[in-house]
T-cell receptor, first 114, second 114 residues
Framework: AQKITQTQPGMFVQEKEAVTLDCTYD???????LFWYKQPSSGEMIFLIY??????QNATEGRYSLNFQKARKSANLVISASQLGDSAMYFC???????????FGAGTQVVVTP | DGGITQSPKYLFRKEGQNVTLSCEQN?????MYWYRQDPGQGLRLIYY???????QKGDIAEGYSVSREKKESFPLTVTSAQKNPTAFYLC?????????????FGSGTRLTVV
């Protein structure tokens, strides 16, 4: 069975600083996909970034980067230059082979302060 | 624009009633999913369907039912057997290629038992 662990229930970060959100996972699959989603208070799920288990390079999308350490089974999200609009809940998720049903972590609440 | 439409946005249910949540997509995606989210928690999979006229139970299917008569539609019925239905419900679909194309989510339905 797959399991996603996000150990940081909440964190404060100052505007313009970088923040790292932790995510570890457990799976026996050799091929899988890792995702990060942002959920603002409105409830919508916003796709941020994807990392395939066979991708050698860490994924980046604008201010978001994924620090993928396969041997340690971790997929931390780094948000650079935090903005007030980054305040939201952030979820790490995994799916087998990069598609199929998503398994979510419990999430990390991020609050960006001026 | 393509996307997923969930309706209604808010739904109130009396004890003992069945209610149906609508999910429609115009993305031509084969796979569709229903997730439940309780306050401050991650998403849990209720049901999913990979093709028309076929669906599988997720992790918390008890008290719920679904149908998939058309590719575009995947309605979820919350039955009176669901003991604690108050939650936020999200519908999603997957691009056939999965991976970096991600999962598209609807804007959700907040169900409250009164």
């Amino acid at each position: 069975a797959q399991k996603i662990t996000q150990t940081q229930p909440g964190m404060f970060v100052q505007e313009k600083e970088a923040v790292t959100l932790d995510c570890t996972y457990d799976t026996s699959d050799q091929s899988y996909g890792l995702f990060w989603y942002k959920q603002p208070s409105s409830g919508e799920m916003i796709f941020l970034i994807y990392q395939g288990s066979y991708d050698e390079q860490n994924a980046t999308e604008g201010r978001y980067s994924l620090n993928f350490q396969k041997a340690r089974k971790s997929a931390n999200l780094v948000i650079s230059a935090s903005q007030l609009g980054d305040s939201a809940m952030y979820f790490c998720a995994m799916s087998p082979r990069g598609w199929g049903k998503l398994q979510f972590g419990a999430g990390t609440q991020v609050v960006v302060t001026p | 624009d393509g996307g997923i439409t969930q309706s209604p946005k808010y739904l109130f249910r009396k004890e003992g009633q069945n209610v149906t949540l609508s999910c429609e997509q115009n993305l031509n995606h084969d796979a569709m999913y229903w997730y439940r989210q309780d306050p401050g928690q991650g998403l849990r999979l209720i049901y999913y369907s990979q093709i028309v006229n076929d669906f599988q139970k997720g992790d918390i299917a008890e008290g719920y039912s679904v149908s998939r008569e058309k590719k575009e539609s995947f309605p979820l019925t919350v039955t009176s057997a669901q003991k604690n239905p108050t939650a936020f419900y999200l519908c999603a679909s997957t691009h056939p290629l999965g991976g970096n194309y991600g999962y598209t989510f609807g804007s959700g339905t907040r169900l409250t038992v009164v």
